[in-house]
């Protein structure tokens, strides 16, 4: 069963503007780690963002905040004031235990946002 | 903070020899490190998680004697491509895990490598 769904393939949004990039996650875990990765076209994966199940508060990181709700088990990434340089894929990934002491991220499928001039 | 380097960044090679691909946490030391593999327009899978000083930890589908984790040290991890075929060529990003941004254990991705078969 995937763990992680994005459902939003693509998303276009007008620069300045703001986006909502979905993410819903799957797991019986009481404490797992939420996390966002840009991937430009480079390839280079950047850590955007990050909500662990415990934080009470909607993490946030100068244009990106993290619209987290528990009980929908949604992770949705926000950017606020689209820049053009904001085009890229977006990651949305759950940290869980993998066994032992290790712990191992598993990944959606992403989102491809364009922003438009 | 939390840099990690991967070196080739491209790599051309005639089928059936071997690669390695260099992945280095810079300014910080990272007891565990992962290997994934991305094809065009997917996602990454997580092909192996590395600890150092011990055998790597291989996801189910994935050849060990194919693809060769090393970690011999805190700030080094190597992946060997061995008996490379066409079907290998993928995009191939390493990551380092941290704690260092008090997130607990976070993973910083390498800038990856792009592996062409011919």
């Known amino acids: 069963a995937q763990k992680i769904t994005q459902t939003q393939p693509g998303m276009f949004v007008q620069e300045k503007e703001a986006v909502t990039l979905d993410c819903t996650y799957d797991?019986?875990?009481?404490?797992?780690?939420l996390f966002w990765y840009k991937q430009p076209s480079s390839g280079e994966m950047i850590f955007l963002i990050y909500?662990?199940?415990?934080?009470?508060q909607n993490a946030t990181e100068g244009r990106y905040s993290l619209n987290f709700q528990k009980a929908r088990k949604s992770a949705n990434l926000v950017i606020s004031a689209s820049q053009l340089g904001d085009s890229a894929m977006y990651f949305c990934a759950m940290r869980e235990r993998s066994g032992g002491s290790n712990y191992k991220l598993t990944f959606g499928k992403g989102t491809l946002l364009t922003v438009n001039p | 903070g939390a840099v990690v380097s991967q070196h080739p960044s491209w790599v051309i090679c005639k089928s059936g020899t071997s690669v390695k691909i260099e992945c280095r946490s810079l300014?910080?030391?990272?007891?565990?490190m992962f290997w994934y593999r991305q094809f065009p327009k997917q996602s990454l899978m997580l092909m192996a998680t590395?600890?150092?000083?011990?055998?790597?930890?291989?996801e189910q589908g994935v050849e060990k004697d194919k693809f060769l984790i090393n970690h011999a040290s805190l700030t080094l991890s190597t992946l060997t491509v061995t008996s490379a075929h066409p079907e290998d060529s993928s995009f191939y990003i390493c990551?380092?895990?941290?704690?260092?941004?008090?997130?607990?254990?976070?993973?910083?991705f390498g800038p990856g490598t792009r592996l062409l078969v011919l």
């Open positions: 990551s380092a895990a941290s704690e260092i941004r008090g997130l607990g254990e976070t993973q910083y």
């Open positions: 590395s600890n150092e000083g011990s055998k790597a930890t291989y």
């Open positions: 300014d910080f030391q990272a007891t565990t």
């Open positions: 797991t019986s875990d009481q404490s797992y780690g």
């Open positions: 909500q662990g199940s415990y934080d009470e």
